[in-house]
Each structure stands twice: as C-alpha cells, then as structure tokens.
C-alpha cells in the first residue's frame, strides 16, 4: 500500500513527488511522457531555468525526486482508477496493479485549437498559445491574433 500515487510527471507532479519524498512517503509518479509543451525548445519564465529544455527540466526534476528512496517513477499510463473502502486500486496499461492511500491528479491542461488549416505546422515554432511563455522571442513582429 503506497502513501500516494501521483499522475502525471511534469513539473507540476514532479513538485508534488518531491515535496511528499521529502516527508518520508511512498510515492509512485506515473507519466507517459505527452506534456502539453512538448512541441516546443524553449521553456521561459521559471527562474534559474528561463530558456531550458522542456525535457531537460523534466530529467532534472527526476533525479531530484529519485534522491528519496520511497519515491520512484514508472513511465507508464494509468488507465483506471477505482474507489475501494479507504483506498485506490489503479491499473496501469500494462495492466500493473497498484493500490495507494491517496492519488495526486497532475494530468496537465490539452489544447482545443482552432479549426486553421495547416495549424500544426507552426504550433511550437512561430504559433504560440502563451504570450507569456513565448511573447519574447517574437517581439517587434507582426502579429495575428486567433479567436474562437
Ligand atoms: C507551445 C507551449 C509553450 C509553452 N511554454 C511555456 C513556457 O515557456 N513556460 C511555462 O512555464 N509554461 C509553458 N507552457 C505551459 C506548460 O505546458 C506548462 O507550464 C507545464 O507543462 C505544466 O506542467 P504540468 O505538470 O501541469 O503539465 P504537463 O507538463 O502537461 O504534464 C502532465 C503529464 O501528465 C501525463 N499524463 C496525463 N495523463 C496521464 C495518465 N493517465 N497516466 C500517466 N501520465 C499521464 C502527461 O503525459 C504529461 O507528461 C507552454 C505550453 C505550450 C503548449
């Protein structure tokens, strides 16, 4: 019986794993490796980090959650979630089954794009959804706003 199961390993559960690591509980962090940002080089606006990898910062969130001896990571979906009396049975699809305490949703957010012919091409490169994320780089150039 695990302490807790975290779904999801971007930055978001990767934070939650390190913070219940470091309180001595048993926690698996699933994650099947499909973060929002994928699309993208460049991750701004983290301080110590502005500009990484989205990769990199997700490699350098797991060797900090691994440094904790009952905190591990299985790159791998949960597909199931059930209630039990006082605890969750999840299976994953391998169909591995694992039973917790508690279970930390950190699934992220999906994009509902527009319906722009050709869309994808740019989506990452030159067509951005965050102007906070990506709005520097593309200073003083002409700019086409999308609405839906
Ligand atoms: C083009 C683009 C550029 C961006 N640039 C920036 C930026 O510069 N700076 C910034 O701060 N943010 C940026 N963002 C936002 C960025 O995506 C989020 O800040 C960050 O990814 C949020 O982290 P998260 O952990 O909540 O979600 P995610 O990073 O999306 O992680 C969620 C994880 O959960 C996993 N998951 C989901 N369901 C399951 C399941 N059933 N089983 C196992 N795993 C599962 C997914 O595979 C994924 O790895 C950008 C987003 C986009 C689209």
């Keep these: 019986m695990l302490d807790s199961i ?3 390993g971007g930055p978001a559960g990767l934070s939650a794993a390190l913070v219940l690591g470091r309180a001595g509980k048993r926690v698996v962090v699933f994650d099947d ?3 929002r940002n994928k699309v993208t080089h460049e991750s701004h606006g983290f301080l110590t980090r502005d500009g990484i990898h989205p990769s990199e910062l997700k490699e ?14 299985e790159m791998q979906r949960v ?4 209630r039990e009396n006082n605890h969750y049975q999840l299976i994953t699809e391998n169909g591995d089954l ?20 050709g869309l994808d091409k740019f989506y990452g490169s030159s067509l951005f959804s965050c102007p906070f994320c990506d709005g520097w780089e593309m200073r003083d150039q002409a700019l086409v706003v999308i609405f839906e």
């Design 33 to 35: 490796d499909n973060a």
């Design 98 to 117: 694992y039973q917790t305490k508690k279970v930390l949703l950190a699934t992220g957010l999906k994009d509902v794009f527009p319906h722009v012919e």
């Design 6 to 8: 975290v779904i999801g």
């Design 60 to 73: 350098l969130g797991k060797k900090d959650i691994l440094k904790y001896p009952t905190v591990s990571m």
């Design 79 to 82: 597909n199931e979630i059930h």
